[in-house]
T-cell receptor
Framework: AQKVTQAQTEISVVEKEDVTLDCVYE???????LFWYKQPPSGELVFLIR??????QNEISGRYSWNFQKSTSSFNFTITASQVVDSAVYFC???????????FGTGTRLQVFP | DTAVSQTPKYLVTQMGNDKSIKCEQN?????MYWYKQDSKKFLKIMFS???????INETVPNRFSPKSPDKAHLNLHINSLELGDSAVYFC???????????FGDGTRLSIL
């Protein structure tokens, strides 16, 4: 069965701290895609990144970086030098060829305090 | 210039009524979706359409009926609304079923 686990329900940090959001996935498929989405307090869902199962290269985009490790079935997200505007709920999601749909984790609420 | 737009943003109505939510995308995508986000923020797919054809129909009550007049539009009609239908409904679109899905701003449905 396909599953996404975000064990951290809520994380609080002070501005400028680095923070890592964990994501562990389960699938028996060899072809799959992993995603991260951000949901700020205003409620919209913002696409951040998509990574396919054959590309384990880590990615950096500004203060955001993602670490994909197939050996531990993890796709963790790190925000460097966090800012108050990073406060949001972050969702990790998995798309599998077998199920043909996007399965979301339960989300991690990140609060960044000034 | 909004990529995926859904209307209305808020919908407050009585139990038993019928209501519709509209969704339009101008990204040229061929696949559109409806998701439900409950009060605990859990997101679950309800339906997906590819080029106007129904692809995914999760275990959703048949009071919910999606309609796709063309590949840029996917509307959601809900009959006989119940208290448990209160949620935020998101429309999304992607190019192909594994493409990055882009979401609308959501419709907050509240049943009185």
């Amino acid at each position: 069965a396909q599953k996404v686990t975000q064990a951290q329900t809520e994380i609080s940090v002070v501005e400028k701290e680095d923070v890592t959001l964990d994501c562990v996935y389960e699938t028996l498929d060899t072809t799959y895609y992993l995603f991260w989405y951000k949901q700020p307090p205003s409620g919209e869902l913002v696409f951040l990144i998509r990574r396919n199962s054959f590309d384990e290269q880590n990615e950096i985009s500004g203060r955001y970086s993602w670490n994909f490790q197939k050996s531990t079935s993890s796709f963790n997200f790190t925000i460097t030098a966090s800012q108050v505007v990073d406060s949001a709920v972050y969702f990790c999601a998995l798309w599998c060829y077998n199920t043909d749909k996007l399965i979301f984790g339960t989300g991690t609420r990140l609060q960044v305090f000034p | 210039d909004t990529a995926v737009s859904q209307t209305p943003k808020y919908l407050v109505t009585q139990m038993g009524n019928d209501k519709s939510i509209k969704c339009e995308q101008n990204l040229g995508h061929d696949t559109m979706y409806w998701y439900k986000q409950d009060s605990k923020k859990f997101l679950k797919i309800m339906f997906s359409y590819n080029n106007k054809e129904l692809i995914i129909n999760e275990t959703v009550p048949n009071r919910f009926s999606p309609k796709s007049p063309d590949k840029a539009h996917l509307n959601l009609h809900i009959n006989s609304l119940e208290l448990g239908d209160s949620a935020v409904y998101f429309c999304a679109s992607s190019q192909g079923d594994r493409g990055a899905q882009h979401f609308g701003d959501g419709t907050r449905l509240s049943i009185l």
